[in-house]
């Protein structure tokens, strides 16, 4: 049979890990998707710029609308990152009959909706298992491993570049800065690494999962995101004082009144196996109503496991190409006429337990006022530690862990205590979960 005709846009960290990988592992790949692959055209902005990758076989363009448009390609590989011109790119694709596979989170995340139901339409397929958590197989994981499930929620640490640099941070004690630039250059983060500091990416992966998990339509604007530039040390050391990590997590609950989505640092019990997920790794804990709770752990970034990932997804489509459109893995998990309208839950209604810490004056009543203004509001606590006073200085600080509660309590509590004459500080507030 002939080779299968794939056309490439974008040569960069995840671009040229697919060549290597394609070109390394072609007799294997070639043996489980049934028939050979070539690369016959590749989209590059410049297309003189020396390469990761040994791609002196592969003919060059800088107009990927050629690549989009060439009749012999029958899969396109989008694998340039970013809103335009990408979806332009797939949906031109998808118009022409042509499969794609991507690893564009953002894409998926704000215009997937759009993307399937034109693919729907056009009877081609969309792959986008590099999309979320790198090379861990996490889209086939739900969407067909858990498929007998009623899924509960799941927490991931979900954003390879911001693991590294907390955990970078904790162990070495590097600055933020420093290792950022490291993850650059490892080709780690994104073109704009605001979004993987600032937890947008986080963001684009969790409403994804939470899609393919639920049966619910893509939602990015409804995520609530937090980022990791408000963690300090001193929160990291008196977390672990009291048996604590801070991860950076993305949460997805099916709760009474709607299904929570939110990005944000997170205490987590240190015993917790997805506590102890460090560097560029990447986890994910499903709860499943049948299985109970199952972690999968892998690289989330870099270019050979991304790659693995598009491969893998690649060889997909490949066994595919011959299915009836209509006997093919939806792309979110469900048939697109059974997505729900579950309602996404706003922060403020979400439960969750919370650390809280502050700096009050070091002089009786102090301690009691606070703790009067959490019962009052129905917040019970679970743990204070008040610190001893630095030399020479009056204030102390105190740190308090609650059991759960209701956003839109907290947020007034903390308002109350702020305005406390011994308060002089701002109430910093990380929530708080146990993954049970
Ligand atoms: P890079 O910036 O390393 O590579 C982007 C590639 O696309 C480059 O080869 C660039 O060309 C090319 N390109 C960009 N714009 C155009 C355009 N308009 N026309 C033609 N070519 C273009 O990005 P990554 O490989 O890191 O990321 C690619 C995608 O994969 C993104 O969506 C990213 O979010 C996702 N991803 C990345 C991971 C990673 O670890 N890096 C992991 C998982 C997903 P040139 O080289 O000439 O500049
Ligand atoms: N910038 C992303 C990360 C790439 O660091 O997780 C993988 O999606």
């Not at 684009?204 to 995520?223: C, E, M, N, R, Y």
Request: proline fraction near 5%; include cysteine.
């Amino acid at each position: 049979m002939n080779p299968v005709k794939v056309g490439l846009l974008g040569l960069g960290t995840v671009g040229c890990g697919t060549v290597s990988v394609l070109t390394r592992n072609s007799g294997e790949i070639n043996r489980r998707a049934g028939r050979g692959i070539e690369i016959v055209l590749a989209a590059v902005r410049e297309r003189r710029r020396s390469r990761r990758c040994d791609a002196g076989g592969i003919p060059l363009t800088a107009e990927p609308f050629e690549v989009v448009d060439d009749p012999r390609v029958e899969i396109v590989l989008e694998l340039i990152g970013g809103i335009e011109p990408a979806r332009e790119l797939v949906l031109k694709a998808i118009a022409n009959g042509k499969h794609v596979v991507t690893a564009n989170k953002a894409l998926i995340a704000l215009h997937g909706n759009e993307i399937f139901a034109r693919a729907q339409e056009r009877g081609v397929m969309v792959a986008f298992e590099a999309a979320v958590a790198g090379g861990i197989p996490i889209i086939k994981a739900i969407r067909e491993g858990l498929t007998g499930n009623t899924i509960q929620w799941l927490a991931g640490i979900i954003n390879g570049t911001g693991n590294f640099i907390l955990t970078e941070m904790r162990d070495e004690g590097r600055s933020f800065g420093e290792v950022l630039a490291e993850a650059q250059a490892l080709g780690y983060a994104e073109a704009d690494p605001r979004f993987d500091v600032d937890g947008i990416d986080a963001a684009h992966k969790l409403t994804i999962l939470a899609s393919i998990a639920f049966g619910i339509p893509l939602q990015f604007d409804k995520v609530y995101t937090e980022g990791i530039t408000q963690i300090t040390p001193e929160d990291v050391a008196y977390a672990g004082d009291l048996g604590y990590r801070i991860k950076h997590l993305g949460i997805a609950r099916r709760a009474s009144q709607g299904i929570e989505l939110r990005v944000h640092p997170t205490l987590i019990p240190h015993r917790r196996l997805i506590a102890n997920v460090d560097g560029v790794m990447n986890a994910v804990l499903i709860m499943g109503d049948a299985v109970g709770p199952t972690l999968y752990y892998g690289p989330g970034a870099g270019a050979e496991p991304t790659a693995s990932a598009v491969v893998a997804d690649l060889v997909d489509v490949v066994r595919a190409l011959t299915a009836d459109p209509e006997n093919r893995v939806p792309h979110l998990a469900f048939q697109p006429d059974a997505l729900s309208d579950t309602p996404v839950l706003p922060i403020e209604a979400v439960e969750t337990a919370y650390y809280l810490r502050l700096r009050a004056e070091d002089r009786p009543g102090v301690l009691a006022d606070i703790t009067r203004i959490l019962g009052d509001l129905n917040i019970s606590i679970e743990a204070i530690l008040q610190k001893e006073p630095a030399e020479g200085e009056i204030d102390v600080p105190i740190i308090l862990l609650t059991h759960k509660v209701v956003e839109q309590n907290m947020i007034q509590a903390i308002a109350r205590i702020e305005r406390l004459p011994a308060v002089r500080t701002k109430v910093a507030r990380i929530r708080l979960e146990t993954l049970k």
